[in-house]
């Protein structure tokens, strides 16, 4: 008989707990802020995987995936060594060098093919970027 009367004491758990519309703004604030936090602002990209094999001797060979939000007439390419939304003219001409993908103090050459470009440093280190 006990058992009986606590039971019927219960409050229904399946109702929605009562909380202020304050709380329910701040929930919903930091729902959009998530959200929104997760897109990239037009015209720019970021890094999403770097794997370096340094396993041959004096040379290391680096693949990097970006993600890139680029505007209309842009695609992802490279400029100053980062990853950026260049003029989609350049990668459709395959002239690389004109997207300026090397450092500063770095000279650009096109490879015989088009299919890549290096960048020769001061003391003469060449870095090579073929596109795939």
């Known amino acids: 008989m006990a058992l009986s009367r ?13 909380m202020s519309s304050t709380f329910w703004a701040a929930v919903l604030l930091t729902s959009l802020l998530i959200v929104y936090c997760g897109q990239l602002a037009a015209g720019t990209c970021e890094i999403v995987t770097l794997d370096r094999d340094s396993s041959q001797p004096r040379r290391t060979i680096a693949r990097q995936t970006a993600r890139c939000a ?17 003029d989609a003219l ?36 060449v870095k090579t970027t073929t596109v795939s």
Do not use: F, Y
């Open 70 to 86: 680029c505007k209309k007439g842009q695609i992802a390419g490279t400029t100053r060594a980062r990853p950026a939304c260049v």
């Open 6 to 18: 606590k039971l019927g004491r219960r409050r229904n758990v399946t109702t929605w707990p009562r």
């Open 90 to 125: 350049i990668v459709r001409s395959r002239q690389w060098c004109e997207m300026t993908p090397c450092l500063d103090e770095e000279g650009c050459d096109l490879l015989v093919n088009h299919s890549g470009w290096t960048c020769t440093q001061p003391g003469g280190r």
